[in-house]
């Protein structure tokens, strides 16, 4: 007897990816019909603001396929140069009433995710934790590739609607349909590098997907595409090389890049020049060690600034500059960038604020153009052989005094 699964859409995610990317909206047939080769569908639920121009003509299409249409209204306040700002609260219903759903039937044993929101891995890692199966279905694109290393199988949207055309191309192309993983992991490696993309182990996975329409490493013997990886290394087919807080994947006559893209050197130090010693690394540019979970942020710079025409006291309200200087001050110091980035981002995720990633990116910026944070070069251990930038929040500047001092 097949096992039951539940479907949960993030209907405005997938549908600004797939006519983003595919100038189609979303084929809610094929969700479904993919999602059955996992299970019997006992509840499919795609939630947005139906009253939105672009989603106001699908929830007949969402009932006539037996999916319920979740209406979350958007809102609409003050703030930002555009004078209003629109948010809402899909992905945290969204995971409130899957964990609620998780709660009340037990028996449901698979989760259909349809997204690329990297904010819900937190919402996999639940699922999972609970011994569920996680699927994920999402344009490759758009999706977070921490997403996709997260669940148990990813689906490549283009694959649902290419099936069948992939399936005549292998009838026609038999060596298509037997092509040599590691092969494929080579191509997948060298087209991340044309294209100038991060070489992440979830980066490459996504690009393999997109090249064969799906790949799972479990077909070729390995619990893990980190086990996969590794047995390519040993092959001597790519180098794998810990940069960034991650393990990132280069061709074996490729050279590592060093400088501002790695946070601890991974070579002996060499002996520094006037330049670097002024400057921080060896191009000028001072050195990082952030990384966020679904898209890395790019630290900002104290010289550089915040976004033109960001204003801590315009574009924020007192509340939400409160808020934030009260989470910065609640780290322990200095605290990195990626620090700062997470726990702004968790007042968001709680709902205590209605901010995008940009938006906490030129938050941070701003506090360093206006004095807010005070950046400070020095090496996270003893032992370490680079140093990074940390900020310190400064707290004998009068607003912050009076942000800190309202309880």
């Known amino acids: 007897m097949p096992e039951d699964l539940a479907i949960f859409i993030d209907w405005e995610n997938i549908y600004i990816s797939t006519v983003t990317e595919y100038g189609a909206k979303p084929n809610v047939s094929a969700i479904l019909e993919k999602s059955r080769e996992y299970g019997r569908i006992v509840s499919a639920t795609a939630y947005a ?3 939105d121009g672009d989603f106001r003509q699908a929830p007949p299409t969402l009932y006539s396929n037996g999916i319920s249409p979740r209406y979350i209204s958007a809102r609409y306040f003050p703030g930002g140069r555009s004078q209003k700002r629109r948010t809402n609260s899909i992905d945290v219903m969204l995971a409130v009433e899957c964990a609620d759903f998780l709660h009340y039937h037990p028996q449901v044993d ?3 995710l349809v997204t690329g929101d990297g904010d819900f891995i937190p919402l996999v890692s639940l699922l999972r934790s609970r011994g569920k199966n996680v699927v994920v279905i999402g344009v490759s694109e758009a999706t977070s590739y921490h997403l996709i ?3 148990d199988h990813f689906i490549s949207y283009a ?4 099936e069948e055309r992939a399936a005549r191309a292998r009838d026609r192309q038999p060596k298509k349909k037997t092509s040599d993983p590691y092969r494929e992991l080579v191509s997948a490696v060298e087209a991340l590098k044309k294209g100038g993309k991060t070489r992440v182990l979830g980066q490459v996975k996504q690009q393999m997907i997109v090249q064969l329409g799906s790949f799972d490493e479990r077909n070729e013997g390995f619990k893990k595409f980190k086990d996969f990886v590794v047995e390519a290394e040993r092959r001597g087919l790519v180098n794998t090389v810990d940069q960034d807080l991650e393990l990132q994947v280069y061709l074996p006559d490729e050279e590592v890049p060093e400088g501002p893209e790695s946070d601890l050197a991974t070579e002996e130090p060499k002996e520094p020049t006037a330049e670097v010693q002024a400057n921080g690394s060896a191009d000028g540019q001072p050195q990082r060690a952030e990384v966020e979970e679904t898209e890395e942020p790019a630290e900002p710079r104290a ?3 915040a976004e033109p025409g960001f204003d801590l006291l315009e574009d924020l309200t007192p509340y939400e500059l409160r808020t934030i200087c009260k989470s910065v001050a609640g780290l322990e110091e200095p605290a990195s960038f990626v620090e700062i980035f997470g726990s702004i981002r ?3 995720e709680r709902g205590e604020l209605e901010l995008s990633q940009d938006e906490i990116r030129e938050v941070i910026g701003a506090m360093l153009e206006a004095g807010y944070l005070t950046p400070t070069r020095t090496r996270p251990y003893e032992k370490a052989k680079a140093d990074i930038t940390f900020y310190t929040l400064a707290r ?8 800190l001092a309202v309880s």
């Open 396 to 403: 004998d500047r009068q607003e912050v005094k009076a942000a």
């Open 303 to 305: 010289e550089q600034g």
């Open 110 to 112: 698979t989760y259909v």
């Open 149 to 151: 290393e997260s669940a």
């Open 159 to 162: 694959s649902l609607l290419e």
């Open 49 to 51: 603001d139906w009253t």
């Open 346 to 348: 968790d007042l968001d």
